[in-house]
């Protein structure tokens, strides 16, 4: 059973580029969850996806944008990079049928961004 | 608004010693409770997690928790630690009814292990 899997693993960026990250969640998982982990910090919500659109947005700016696709897999872009963009992306992938199941929460393994 | 807490930023023990981690949390009602571990350059697993009922849980790894309504806490503990568990554990909540998968994160809690 293959769980959640994120590419690529590191990435380095200069400010005022773009990135595209990329995930495929867990089998039999429709809902994937994208999260923001700076060095030192816990993971911080940036926004989730269910049936291809996005379902909730934490404070992160519009600069970060995301995409879901038919086969549920997802990506995260992020426009005009700053150098606080820098932190691990973290995926998460869980059923969006409702009830405490939902907030169970299987996490990939991650990307290093790094923009300089 | 939710928030979790994590008090000990770096906690260091004796393998096979007993640990207790520390995570407390705000919220107006009693919300789902997780803990998870991070080993470096990983992702996080799920330890364990608590909904409702039994305020006991047992988790993977040997690790367990208990959820004390009176505190708003949800001390993760393991009676003897392992070299293994080296790692950085983590605090989250859920809103029931609300923000569904929307997971609140405390800092983490830095683990080494002396042999």
Redesign the interface.
């Given at each position: 059973d293959a769980g959640?899997t994120q590419s690529p693993t590191h990435l380095i960026k200069t400010r005022g580029q773009q990135v595209t990250l990329r995930c495929s969640p867990k089998s039999g998982h429709d809902?994937v969850?994208w999260y923001q982990q700076a060095l030192?910090?816990?993971?911080?919500?940036i926004f989730?996806y269910y049936e291809e659109e996005e379902?909730?947005r934490?404070n992160f700016p519009d600069r970060f944008s995301g995409h879901q696709f038919p086969n549920y897999s997802s990506e995260l872009n992020v426009n005009a990079l700053l150098l606080g963009d820098s932190a691990l992306y973290?995926c998460?992938s869980?059923t969006?049928v409702?009830g405490?199941n939902?907030?169970?929460?299987?996490?990939?393994?991650?990307t290093?961004l790094t923009v300089t | 608004a939710q928030s979790?807490t994590q008090p000990d930023i770096h906690i260091t023990v004796s393998e096979g010693a007993s640990l207790e981690l520390r995570c407390n949390y705000s919220y107006g009602a009693t919300p789902?409770l997780?803990w998870?571990v991070q080993s470096p350059?990983?992702?996080?697993?799920?330890l364990l997690?608590y909904?409702?009922g039994d305020t006991l849980v047992q988790g993977i790894k040997g690790f367990e928790a208990e959820f004390k309504r009176s505190q708003s806490s949800f001390n993760l503990r393991k009676p003897s630690v392992h070299w293994s568990d080296a790692a950085e554990y983590?605090c989250?909540v859920?809103a029931?009814g609300g923000?569904?998968?929307?997971?609140?994160?405390?800092?983490?809690t830095k683990l080494s292990v002396k042999p």
């Amino acid at each position: 059973d293959a769980g959640v899997t994120q590419s690529p693993t590191h990435l380095i960026k200069t400010r005022g580029q773009q990135v595209t990250l990329r995930c495929s969640p867990k089998s039999g998982h429709d809902t994937v969850s994208w999260y923001q982990q700076a060095l030192g910090q816990g993971p911080q919500f940036i926004f989730q996806y269910y049936e291809e659109e996005e379902r909730q947005r934490g404070n992160f700016p519009d600069r970060f944008s995301g995409h879901q696709f038919p086969n549920y897999s997802s990506e995260l872009n992020v426009n005009a990079l700053l150098l606080g963009d820098s932190a691990l992306y973290l995926c998460a992938s869980n059923t969006g049928v409702g009830g405490p199941n939902s907030y169970e929460q299987y996490f990939g393994p991650g990307t290093r961004l790094t923009v300089t | 608004a939710q928030s979790v807490t994590q008090p000990d930023i770096h906690i260091t023990v004796s393998e096979g010693a007993s640990l207790e981690l520390r995570c407390n949390y705000s919220y107006g009602a009693t919300p789902y409770l997780f803990w998870y571990v991070q080993s470096p350059g990983q992702g996080l697993q799920l330890l364990l997690k608590y909904f409702s009922g039994d305020t006991l849980v047992q988790g993977i790894k040997g690790f367990e928790a208990e959820f004390k309504r009176s505190q708003s806490s949800f001390n993760l503990r393991k009676p003897s630690v392992h070299w293994s568990d080296a790692a950085e554990y983590f605090c989250a909540v859920g809103a029931p009814g609300g923000s569904q998968g929307n997971l609140i994160f405390g800092k983490g809690t830095k683990l080494s292990v002396k042999p």
